[in-house]
Structures are given as C-alpha cells and as structure tokens.
C-alpha cells in the first residue's frame, strides 16, 4: 500500500486546487526554500491526524488555511493504493479532511471515501497498515539527528515503532488490561454469583413456607367455610323450630282466648241465673229457700271455677305473648346472626381468590428471577469462554 495521490486546496502556501501524484517507489519533491515541500508532508500530518497544529508549524488549525485569497475553508484528500489489499477496504481509499473558519472559531471535518467519519475511525483503519500517530511512519526534519543522539534503549524502542514491534507490545498490553478488567470482573461476577445463589436459596426456602403456608391457609378457609356452613344449617334449623313453636303457642293462645272469652259468657249466664234465683228466694218459703240456697251455692262455687279458669288461662295469653315476643326477638338475631355469617363467608371467599392471586404473582415473580439468573450464568459462562 502507498499514497497514490495527494490533492490540495487553501493549505497554507497552496491557494489553488493541486494535485500529486505519487509511484509505488521512491519519489521526491525538489524546489527551493520557501516553495512549500514542508507543506506538502504537513498536508498529509493534517489529513490523517497524525500530529498537531503546533508541530505543523501553527498556532491553530484556523491558521493552516491559506490567507491570501480570503478563503475559509482548507481541504486535503490522501489516496491510497490498496491493491495489496493491506486495509480492509477498497483498492483505492480515500482519506480527506476539511477545517473551515467559523465567527465562533472552527470546525474540522473527516471523511472516509467521501463519508463523514471521525478521527478515531480513520486511525482505527490505518492502525491495519501500522500507520500510527505515535509511530515513524513520516520522518520530520531533524528526527534523524535525534535518533542518532538518543541513549540506546531511546533508539531501540525507536526502532521497534519503526518495525512495528511497539504496536504490538501495545496491543499485548492492552490486551494484558483488559484480561485484567475481565479477571475482576469475574471475580465480582463469582461474588454476586453466590450472593445471588444464597439469596435464590433463601427465596426457595421462603419459597416452600409461603407454599406450605398458603396450603395451610386454604385448608384454614375450607374448615372455616365448613363450620360456617354449619352454623349456617344449626341457625336455620333453629329459626325453623323457633317458627314451628311460635305457631304452635299461637294456636294455644288462640285456644285459651276462645276458652277465656266462653268461660266469660258462661259467667254471664251464671250471674244471670243467680239475679233470678236470688229473686226467687225472696219469694219462696223456707224449705224452697234452702233448696234454692243449695243450689245457689252450687251456682257460686261454678263461678268461682270459671274465675279461676280465666285467671289461669289469662296467666297463660301473658306467658305465651311473653314467649311470643322473646321468641320474636330470638329469631331476628338469629337472623341478623345468619345475615353476617353469609357476609363474612363471602368476604373470605374474595379473600381467598386475592390471595390465590398474590401467590400467582409472586410465583411469576420467583420465575423471572430464575430466568435472569439463568441468563446471568449464561453470560457469566461466554464471558468465561472468551477470557
């Protein structure tokens, strides 16, 4: 690979557009002082970044650009002939770059067989071809006494950068840090590894209470749900007999009622009897006076029967309208008692699905995990592979 041609245009001492050609052999450039040969080689530093304004001989880039035609923009163009195919690229590449004056200061532009790129991209693609910004690829005025006048071992790695022996001490210690980086790596891999283990161990463990928890729970709600049933059943039994024994009463209050109001009417007829009989003895002799006293007590001691019956049986409407209202009473708080057994038998039953719920999640959640610890292990494994 060589350079097949250099193109210029408002570089320093070049105010038009020139091109140079270049053999693939020895070609020299020949003028006197003050015509520009310098230039040319610092064309080429400047196109492929391979030094400094400084060491071109500026104090910045703005200043490379050729001042004598009001120009604001400098451009050159390297082209390479790469038959031999030493870079990855074409036969012909083509480096150029381009600084242009701004009221701000300036921009510089690098392009890569005319794409816009930057200056590591195009050090990237020489570095295939050993050209190097810290290499000897072009040799300035007065290097060559300094190489002569360095200690030994200054002109060793001089000469190693010139073989290109440095790039790959360069190459064998970066790839020396980097295996260093990635043995760290992998010892902090190694460490969350196991943390992330003894944490996977710790989360089956509570993995399995939880289970078993849950378990328990459901069992739990299925003989809470049983026993609430069976209050359930017990109260409505209940509320059954306690119904069937209030009719019952209401037909012996009805009963006594009926009773009461015929031993009333009884009375009646009785007091009736006795008003005519009491009427009759004051008619009658002495003989028909006892006889009808006789009976006149008879008389009374049917009433007195009869008031006891009614008081007894008045007795027996209070006592069965008391029982009527405790019993009224007792089955509205049975039912009011069954009412919010129902409700909490419902409640659990949502209770249950939001808890079956939160163990689905949770169990999708311990899967995730798994998987990244998976996909970690794995990376940890390629990781391993390429070191």
Do not use: W
Not at 275 to 282: F, G, K, Q, T, Y
Request: charged share 35%; proline share 2%; with cysteine.
């Amino acid at each position: 690979m060589f350079i097949k041609e250099l193109e210029i245009q408002n570089f320093k001492s070049f105010g038009k557009r020139v091109k140079i050609p270049f053999f693939d052999d020895f070609t020299a450039v020949s003028g006197p002082n003050g015509s520009g040969k310098s230039n040319i080689v610092d064309s080429v530093l400047f196109c492929l970044g391979l030094s400094t304004s400084r060491t071109m001989r500026a104090e910045k880039l703005t200043d490379l650009i050729f001042n004598g035609n009001g120009a604001n923009e400098a451009m050159v163009k390297v082209r390479f002939d790469n038959v031999d195919a030493e870079l990855p690229a074409d036969t012909e590449v083509t480096v150029a770059r381009k600084v242009r004056r701004t009221a701000g200061g300036y921009y510089s532009y690098y392009y890569l067989n005319g794409k816009p790129c930057t200056l590591a991209d195009i050090h990237e693609l020489l570095s295939k071809a050993s050209i190097t910004p810290e290499g000897y690829n072009v040799v300035l005025q007065g290097d060559i006494t300094r190489i002569i006048e360095v200690s030994p071992l200054e002109r060793r790695k001089i000469i190693d950068e010139i073989a290109g022996v440095a790039e790959f001490d360069r190459r064998r210690d970066r790839a020396l840090g980097e295996l260093e980086v990635v043995r760290e790596r992998v010892d902090r891999v190694d460490i969350i590894l196991n943390e992330v283990a003894l944490r996977l161990q710790q989360l089956r463990v509570e993995r399995e209470y939880a289970i078993k928890y849950q378990e328990l729970k459901a069992k739990k709600r299925g003989y809470e749900k049983k026993v609430f049933a069976s209050k359930l059943n017990k109260l409505a039994n209940d509320i059954k007999a306690i119904e069937g024994n209030l009719e019952r009463k209401q037909r012996s209050k009805d009963k006594a009622v009926n009773e009461l109001a015929a031993t009333r009417e009884a009375i009646y007829d009785l007091e009736g009897q006795l008003s005519v009989l009491n009427n009759a003895v004051s008619e009658k002799g002495e003989n028909e006076q006892l006889e009808l006293a006789r009976h006149l007590e008879t008389i009374k001691g049917d009433i007195g029967q009869h008031q006891n019956r009614i008081d007894f049986v008045s007795k027996e409407v209070e006592h069965l309208e008391t029982q009527k209202r405790k019993a009224f009473i007792e089955v509205n708080a049975l039912k009011q008692k069954h009412e919010t057994l129902q409700r909490d038998l419902a409640a659990e039953t949502v209770r249950r699905g939001s808890l079956a719920s939160e163990l689905d999640e949770q169990e999708q959640d311990l899967n995730t995990l798994k998987e990244q610890l998976s996909n970690f292990d794995s990376d940890v494994t390629k990781a391993r592979d390429d070191l």
